[in-house]
C-alpha cells in the first residue's frame, strides 16, 4: 500500500475519532464498546532476509499491512488498526531503509505499546546466505552501492544491534526458501502456541563433505557396520528398504535409535522454552549416502510421532 493511500485512510478513520476535552464529561454515559482482539505486527531485519514474503505472508493472514511505513507514523498506524472496525490486525516493516530514523524505533515502540499488543519479529540470516541471494538477484544494498555488499551488511548489523535485541521472535531464514518461509509465518500466527510449533529440521551428511554449518546437534553413526562394504547395498542409499533392514538389524542401531529419540523428545520443550523457532539435528557417516540417511529418516518418523513439524534432508545423499 503506498505512503499517500496510507495516510489518507489514516485521516479519515481518526478523523472519526475525538478525544473528550479535559475536564469535562459526557452528558450521559455511553455503554464502552466490547473490546476487540487487536494486534500490531513488526517486521525488521536484515536485507534480503525474506521480509517481504513475510509480510506478504500476513498479508495473507488478513493483517492490514505496510511495506516502509515511516517509523515516526507508527503509532498513527496504531491508532488506525484500533480506531478502525475493518481492521483488526496491523502488521508492517521497519527497516534499514529508515535511515538515522531507527534511532527513534525503541521510544516509538515503547509507545505503540501502550497502545495495543505489539509483538516484534525480527528475520535474519548468515552473511553467506544473504551474498548469494544478493548476487542471484543482483539488486543493491540498502545502504548504496558505493561499499561491497559484505560491507554494507557489516554496517547494517550494527544499526540494527539495539532493535533485535527487542524482538520477541527471531527467525534465521538461512534454512528456508521463500515457500517455507511463508509456511512458518503462517504456523506461528495461525495456531496458538501449543508447544509444538518448532520446526526441526534433520538432515543426513557425510563427514568426507564436512559438517554442516548450520547444526544445532551433530550425532555421530560411523560406528554402525557399513553397507557400502556389501556389494548389492554398494550403489543404493539408507532409503532403500533393503539397506534400511540391513542397517536396523544390529542390535546397537535399534539402541541408539532409541535413545536418540528419547533424549530429542525431552530436549524439544526446553527448546521452544527458550525460544527455538526451528532445529537442525545433523546425522553424519562416513559418505552420506547409507547408514545416516536411514537414521535421519527414522528419527524424523519418532519426532513426527511425538507431534513435532519435521523436515527430513539428504545433503549428501546420491540423487
Given amino acids: ?13 481518526l478523523g472519526k475519532v475525538r478525544p473528550a476535552r479535559a475536564g469535562k464529561r459526557p452528558r450521559h454515559e455511553e455503554k464502552a464498546p466490547e473490546k476487540r482482539a487487536t494486534e500490531l505486527v513488526i517486521i525488521t531485519g536484515m536485507s534480503g532476509s525474506g521480509k517481504a514474503s513475510a509480510l506478504k505472508a500476513f498479508e495473507d493472514l488478513g493483517y492490514y499491512c505496510s511495506d516502509h511505513l515511516p517509523v515516526d507514523l507508527t503509532p498513527q498506524f496504531a491508532q488506525l488498526v484500533l480506531a478502525s472496525k475493518e481492521i483488526e490486525r496491523g502488521a508492517l516493516v521497519v527497516d534499514v531503509r529508515e535511515g538515522n530514523a531507527l534511532e527513534k524505533f525503541p521510544r516509538i515502540l515503547k509507545e505503540v505499546r501502550k497502545l495495543l499488543p505489539v509483538r516484534v519479529v525480527y528475520l535474519e540470516a548468515s552473511d553467506a546466505v544473504l551474498l548469494r541471494r544478493y548476487s542471484e538477484t543482483r539488486r543493491p544494498h540498502p545502504l548504496g552501492t558505493d561499499a561491497p555488499v559484505r560491507s554494507s551488511l557489516k554496517a547494517e548489523r550494527k544499526w540494527l544491534g539495539p532493535i533485535r535485541k527487542l524482538a520477541d521472535i527471531v527467525i534465521d531464514t538461512s534454512k528456508f526458501n521463500v515457500h517455507e518461509l511463508r509456511a512458518h509465518v503462517l504456523e506461528q500466527f495461525t495456531k496458538k502456541t501449543t508447544g509444538k ?8 551428511f557425510g563427514f568426507k563433505q564436512g559438517v554442516p554449518e548450520d547444526a544445532d546437534l551433530v550425532f555421530d553413526v560411523r560406528f554402525l557396520p557399513n553397507p557400502h562394504f556389501v556389494p548389492e547395498f554398494k550403489p543404493l542409499t539408507g532409503r532403500h528398504p533393503k539397506v534400511a533392514a540391513y542397517i ?20 524439544m520443550p526446553h527448546y521452544v522454552r527458550e525460544g527455538k523457532s526451528y532445529l537442525t539435528t ?27 513439524r519435521v523436515k527430513v534432508s539428504h545433503r549428501d545423499m546420491p540423487k
Fill in 1 to 13: 500500500m503506498s505512503l499517500r493511500k496510507i495516510s489518507d485512510k489514516l485521516k479519515k478513520e
Fill in 282 to 308: 545433523a546425522i553424519g557417516c562416513t559418505g552420506g549416502q547409507h547408514r545416516s540417511v536411514m537414521m535421519a529418516e527414522e528419527l524424523g518418523k519418532s519426532l513426527r510421532k511425538a507431534g513435532y
Fill in 248 to 267: 536396523r538389524s544390529f542390535p546397537q542401531t535399534q539402541e541408539f535409535l532409541r535413545r536418540i529419540s528419547e533424549m530429542m523428545i525431552y530436549l
Fill in 197 to 204: 510449533g518448532i520446526l526441526v529440521s534433520v538432515v543426513s
